[in-house]
């Protein structure tokens, strides 16, 4: 799983650093793409877990 979150970050990074959006979604719809995208605001955006549910709810 760390091979695959470290892969999803590089990937949200090359995006954000071009200044483009990202579509984070599963292919399964099982709550994984909202369960990377608030491990990567607790990670990269220092975010409280708190915090970085809030934003990916309010998305």
């Known amino acids: 799983m760390t091979v695959l979150f470290d892969q999803f970050c590089d990937l949200v990074e090359r995006g954000r ?20 995208c608030a491990a990567y605001l607790i990670s990269k955006e220092k975010m409280s877990r708190q915090q970085a549910v809030a934003k990916v ?3």
């Open 17 to 36: 650093k071009a200044g483009k959006s990202v579509l984070v979604c599963s292919a399964k719809g099982r709550n994984r793409a909202p369960a990377f």
């Open 57 to 59: 709810m309010e998305q």
